[in-house]
């Protein structure tokens, strides 16, 4: 498992490499989004143009057209990358460069899919950032315990039920702070934890 770790990750900083010598940026200053992947499920409408950002968590390939799953910090939404809409030469650098984990910037219009599935249309791309480590093997996410509590930003990343108990637990704690700043009351803060104290303390 090593050895097959180290070899994709040569393959990245190989592809890492034939992104600069064709002129783009792996790792570019600034980003636009017009849209959160969410705002663009929760309105969404055919032929609305967005601007969106995210993590490319899933890519399938059907000759001229690629179907990529991209997730941002609100939700994930279906891409669909056609030769024709992109162009052959950034079509070519998505198909062979890109990779999942990567972070991509999308252009494009909002349509349905014959499967009804609403998706974005791309229109232009940006890669934002290369990612040079591969994710964690989609349908089994991380099974060891150690490396779950070790590296939490993967177990975050690919686990959508434990990203929503933490959404949970960040507003509990949220509802709590309002709570006792109206009455009066300040945080301190101590290693793993937190006391309320009043005027009094």
């Known amino acids: ?45 055919k032929n609305t143009k967005v601007i969106i950002a995210g ?37 070519k650098i998505i198909s062979k460069l890109i990779d999942m984990g990567d972070f991509v910037q999308i252009e494009g219009e909002c349509f349905i899919t014959h499967k009804g599935e609403n998706s974005v249309n791309a229109k232009k ?20 315990e150690e490396k779950r509590f070790r590296k939490r930003y993967l177990d975050l990343l690919m686990n959508e039920d434990l990203r929503e108990v933490f959404r949970k637990k960040e507003k509990f704690w949220e509802v709590i702070r309002s709570f006792m700043k109206e009455k009066g009351l300040d945080t301190l803060e101590i290693p793993d934890l937190e006391w309320w104290v009043g005027e009094d303390a």
């Open 1 to 45: 498992m090593t050895n097959i770790k180290q070899s994709e990750r040569e393959d990245r900083i190989k592809k890492l490499s034939e992104l600069q010598k064709a002129g783009i940026n792996p790792y570019p200053a600034s980003s636009e989004r017009t849209h959160t992947i969410k705002e663009v499920l929760d309105k969404f409408k």
């Open 55 to 91: 993590r490319l968590m899933t890519m399938r390939s059907h000759g001229n057209l690629i179907f990529a799953n991209l997730q941002d910090e609100s939700g994930k939404i279906q891409i669909a990358i056609s030769k024709k809409e992109i162009g052959e030469k950034d079509f």
């Open 125 to 144: 791309w940006k890669l934002l950032s290369k990612a040079i480590e591969s994710l964690p093997e989609k349908w089994h996410g991380i099974k060891d």
